[in-house]
């Protein structure tokens, strides 16, 4: 799938659209969900123009990918989830029912979780 330059994370990292920031570097930005569905549901983007996973782990470059990596474990220290504990989700393609097509990590705590899985 080629990357929408409109979807609506890149129009957040443009300034477009708000966003309630958590966390920003060089190369990534974390701000909660607009639709929580734990108490603290924050997503982790990274600045570049990826689609997903697929996407980011294939073509970013060494840098991007550790930043990003170490950028998932700081925000979730950050947010006080470390001991409580916490979840973190990637959807890519159809199975997944992925929404926005620019990469992003869900990291979700605040309580407790819940099996991994709808059953089918
Ligand atoms: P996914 O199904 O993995 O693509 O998840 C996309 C997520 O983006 C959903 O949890 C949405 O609630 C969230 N989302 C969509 N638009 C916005 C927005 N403007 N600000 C924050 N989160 C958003």
Do not use: W
Request: with cysteine; charged share 20%; glycine share 8%.
């Amino acid at each position: 799938m080629a990357y929408d330059p409109n979807n609506v994370f890149a129009r957040i990292l443009r300034g477009e659209i708000p966003c309630k920031k958590v966390y920003e570097d060089d190369h990534v930005l974390a701000f909660h969900d607009i639709n929580p569905q734990a108490p603290i549901h924050v997503l982790v983007i990274p600045k570049g123009a990826y689609v997903s996973l697929e996407d980011f782990s294939a073509k970013a470059p060494a840098e991007e990918r550790a930043a990003f990596l170490a950028a998932v474990g700081h925000v979730a220290r950050t947010l006080g989830l470390v001991k409580s504990g916490y979840r973190i989700l990637a959807n890519h393609g159809p199975d997944s029912s992925q929404e926005v097509p620019h990469f992003h990590v869900h990291i979700f705590g605040g309580r407790r979780l819940g099996r991994m899985l709808e059953r089918a």
